[in-house]
């Protein structure tokens, strides 16, 4: 299946309705992308077949139901820098276009995820010289991992390949991670679809990276509630426990930069409200090992939102040119460049 470059363009640029001016200005520049490169949405695409083969992988996790919602609806990936997923109807054909910067934004934050807790707990104490400040290595590369992603979401920078310095077992666990987030973006996008919120009024709104947020329920954040809520009940119930500490890595991302700046757009609920409703909705009546883990990322995800929003709070609703301050993103790169060989040096590839 075809989609035309203007009809591409046209659904960008709806989208665009509400986001604020700098938001649009991206999107005018992805708009121009596809216009000059003549870019066709085609299904047959190798970034489509990608996703498409993610979600054919990941046939066992998912309901009979659900499987079936998504044998009628047609999967694109489009070679595109933002960071989003939006589904639509062409000619009466339920569509979910997944554009590549997403798919690498969950990539690198799936790894990043994974090396930072085996850096916290293997290298407490040690510190590395960022701009003159002795700081603790993993959090060093916590600020630079938020460095590299706002700015590949600001500019469509490539960002950084971080598999090297893992070992077998954690790559492993980056890999099913960053599966079952794929698949969980597709679902969701799959429920805006079926819950009929494109004749409710939805807006997918491109991620609008300036605007800071207070939490208070809209109709839309509802619809982002029910569209997770689908996406859970797609998963199969056999395997629904051992997935929801993947779906972190699917909200990971946004969970990461929200805790440093604040909510991302008006129309998606702050994503450690997200991850915590998820957390909810799953029972685990013989698993209290896996309970307890989950409610231990949940809580710590809401620990780190709530200790930095009152620096936010301190810093009128901001502390984004703080940490640009503290951390360029040539210094995110070295920083990181540093923190692999020092991993390389002391302990070879760090693993599970
Ligand atoms: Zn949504």
Redesign the pocket.
């Known amino acids: 299946m075809l989609i035309p470059n203007s009809q591409l363009c046209q659904w960008v640029a709806e989208s665009s309705v509400r986001a604020n001016a700098r938001n649009s200005e991206h999107i005018r520049q992805i708009i121009d992308t596809f216009e000059h490169t003549g870019l066709v949405v085609d299904s047959n695409s190798e970034k489509s077949k990608c996703i498409q083969n993610i979600a054919n992988a990941h046939r066992e996790l998912i309901v009979g139901s659900a499987y079936s919602e998504l044998e009628r609806t047609v999967i694109f990936g489009v070679s595109a820098p933002q960071c989003d ?3 639509m109807y062409y000619q009466e054909t339920p569509c979910i276009i997944v554009f590549d910067g997403l798919l690498q934004l969950v990539r690198f934050n799936t790894d990043l995820q994974i090396l930072i807790a085996l850096l916290n707990e293997k290298v407490t104490e040690q510190t590395i010289d960022v701009n003159g400040e002795g700081m603790s290595i993993a959090l060093a590369m916590s600020l630079a991992g938020h460095v590299a992603l706002t700015e590949s979401i600001d500019t469509g920078h490539q960002l950084m390949d971080i598999t090297a310095v893992l070992g077998p077992n954690a790559m492993q666990r980056s890999e099913y991670g960053y599966g079952a987030a794929v698949i969980f973006y597709v679902l ?2 799959l ?2 679809l079926v819950c009929g ?1 494109l004749d409710q009024g ?1 807006v ?1 709104e491109r991620m609008s990276i300036d605007t800071a947020v207070r939490e208070g329920i809209n109709k839309n954040q509802k ?2 509630f029910e ?2 809520s689908y996406a859970l009940s797609c998963i199969h119930p056999n395997v629904r426990n051992p997935i929801i500490s993947s779906l972190v890595f699917a909200l990971g991302p946004f969970a990461f930069l929200e805790t440093f700046r604040g909510g991302l757009d008006k ?2 609920p702050l994503t450690v409200n997200r991850i915590a409703e998820l957390a909810r909705q799953v029972d685990f009546p013989d698993e209290p090992e896996l309970a307890e883990a989950v409610l231990s990322v949940v809580t710590s995800e809401v620990n780190r939102f709530e200790r930095l929003a009152e620096d936010r709070r301190l810093n009128d609703g901001n502390i984004q040119q703080r940490i640009r301050n503290t951390m360029t993103l040539p210094m995110a790169y070295e920083t990181m460049d540093k923190v692999g060989n020092h991993i390389k040096e002391n302990f070879g590839t760090l693993d599970f």
């Open positions: 997923a939006f589904p969701h996008e429920g805006h919120h939805f997918s619809m982002e569209a997770d129309n998606h």
